[in-house]
C-alpha cells in the first residue's frame, strides 16, 4: 500500500470523479474528494481550506472535474489551486496548462500555433460578420467560449431569420465562436494520452437524428483504431498543453481529419467503454509513480 497522499478534485457521486477516488483508495487507503466551491482561501495564513484540511497538506492533487459546468468561474478556481502548487504540491494535471482549455478560444489559439487541422472558424462580437460568415458557410455551428457536450450550440443556416437567430445566440455570448458546419459520417474520435503518449482512441457515434456525436446527445462508444498518421496529429495537438491525461477530439470529414478541441478531463468512460481500460487505474499510477520519483 502507498501512503503518498492523494487529493481528488471532482463532483461528489459522479461517476469518474468516484472511479478516480476508488483508484486512489485501492492504492494508498486513503480517500478524500474535493468540491472546489467548498475551498476557501486564507491569504493571512496561505492556507487553501476545505472543510477545514488545509489542501498544501496534500503530496498530490488530481483535478478530475473543476466545476459542474465550464464558466470564467472555473479559472478563478484553478487559480487558487496555483497557491497549493506553490507550496510544493503536485497537481495532476497543473492548473496553468487547464487554463488553457476551459476557454475555448485560448485552446483554439494554442491549437492553431501548434499547427493542428482545425474547421474554418471565425470568432466576432460583430453581428454583420457573423452574418456573412454563415453565409460563406452555408451553415454554421455557433459555440459558447464555455461549454462542454455541446451545451448551448447552435445550428445557424443562412435563411431570412438567421440574423435573427444570431442575435439570440449573441445575447448570452457577446463574442461568437463561429464554424463551418461539417459532415462527420455519424462519428467522432476521442484519442487518448496519459503523460503526453499515446494510449487508445475510442469513437463517439451519434444517436440517429442528431447532429452532434456527443453522449450528452444519445451517442454511443465505440472502438476505433486509428492510423499512425491521425495518432501523429493527435499528438502535436496535445503537445503544447502538458497535461497529465488529456482527450484529443477528432473528425475525419470530406477534406481529411480535423482537430475540434483538446480537453482537460474528459474521457474516462470513453476509455473503458470504447477501449476496454481503467482510464483511473493507470492515471493514478502515473501519478504515484511521479510523486515517488
Known amino acids: 500500500m502507498d501512503n503518498t497522499r492523494i487529493g481528488v478534485i471532482g463532483i461528489l ?110 470568432v466576432t462580437e460583430d453581428h454583420g460578420v457573423a452574418l456573412k460568415t454563415v453565409r460563406r458557410y452555408g451553415k454554421a455551428v455557433f459555440k459558447p467560449l464555455y461549454s462542454t457536450k455541446a451545451r ?42 496519459l503523460d503526453g503518449e499515446y494510449l487508445c482512441t475510442y469513437a463517439r457515434v451519434s444517436a440517429g437524428g442528431t447532429w452532434n456525436t456527443t453522449i450528452h446527445s444519445g451517442g454511443k462508444y465505440a472502438p476505433y483504431e486509428p492510423t499512425p498518421e491521425l495518432i501523429e496529429i493527435a499528438r502535436r495537438a496535445q503537445k503544447p498543453f502538458g497535461l497529465t491525461f488529456t482527450t484529443v477530439d477528432v473528425a475525419l470529414t470530406d477534406d481529411g481529419p480535423i482537430v475540434f478541441e483538446v480537453s482537460a478531463f474528459g474521457g474516462f468512460r470513453g476509455v473503458l467503454e470504447g477501449c476496454g481500460l481503467d482510464a483511473a487505474a493507470l492515471l493514478t499510477d502515473t501519478v504515484i509513480q511521479k510523486v515517488s520519483a
Open 13 to 122: 457521486g459522479r461517476w469518474s470523479t468516484e472511479a478516480l477516488a476508488d483508484a486512489v483508495e485501492a492504492r494508498t487507503g486513503s480517500r478524500y474528494v474535493i468540491d472546489m466551491a467548498k475551498v476557501s482561501l486564507d491569504i493571512e495564513t496561505g492556507q487553501l481550506l476545505h472543510d477545514g484540511v488545509d489542501l498544501c497538506t496534500f503530496d498530490a492533487l488530481i483535478i478530475k472535474k473543476i466545476s459542474e459546468i465550464y464558466s470564467p468561474h472555473a479559472l478563478d478556481r484553478l487559480e487558487l489551486l496555483r497557491i497549493a502548487e506553490k507550496k510544493g504540491v503536485r497537481i495532476f494535471s497543473r492548473p496553468e496548462a487547464v487554463l488553457r482549455l476551459i476557454d475555448r478560444l485560448a485552446c483554439t489559439v494554442s491549437l492553431q500555433l501548434a499547427d493542428a487541422p482545425m474547421p474554418s472558424t471565425v
Open 152 to 193: 448551448g450550440m447552435a445550428v445557424i443556416e443562412d435563411s431570412p431569420d438567421a440574423l435573427a437567430q444570431i442575435s439570440a445566440f449573441a445575447a448570452d455570448n457577446p463574442v461568437m465562436y463561429i464554424q463551418r458546419m461539417l459532415n462527420l459520417s455519424g462519428q467522432d474520435l476521442g484519442m487518448v494520452f
